[in-house]
């Protein structure tokens, strides 16, 4: 049984940072591509950030902010996120695919429940 789950979330200031982390089960993580989406209240889910191993890829509202990682042997992937600002308050989701970097939800296979992240100005 696959199961993704983030941790990290919370309420920061602007200008402040957190860390979400996306710790995988249930299948080979390294061979798949992970990626970081959001969805904020009223809004469409939205792609952050993908990284696999031809590299990462970021939306540009986050470019220079947020930065990707992942360690393979803990099967976990994080998000640094910097500066962060009110437009950042969203509901973070991790997911993975196998196959390149995509920014369409509907190419990713598994999905965590999410975790909030709320930006006060």
């Known amino acids: 049984q696959v199961q993704l789950v983030e941790s990290g979330g919370g309420l920061v200031q602007a200008g402040d940072s957190l860390r979400l982390s996306c710790a995988a089960s249930g299948l080979t993580f390294s061979m798949y591509v992970v990626g970081w989406f959001r969805q904020a209240p009223g809004k469409e889910r939205e792609f952050v950030v993908g990284?696999?191993?031809?590299?990462?890829s970021y939306a540009d509202s986050v470019k220079g902010r947020f930065t990707i990682s992942r360690d393979n042997a803990k099967n976990t992937a994080y998000l640094q996120m910097n500066s962060l600002k009110p437009e950042d308050t969203a509901v973070y989701y991790c997911a993975l695919r196998l196959g390149p970097i995509t920014t369409m939800q509907r190419d990713y296979a598994y999905w965590g429940q999410g975790t909030q992240v709320t930006v006060s100005s």
């Open positions: 990284f696999g191993w031809g590299g990462s």
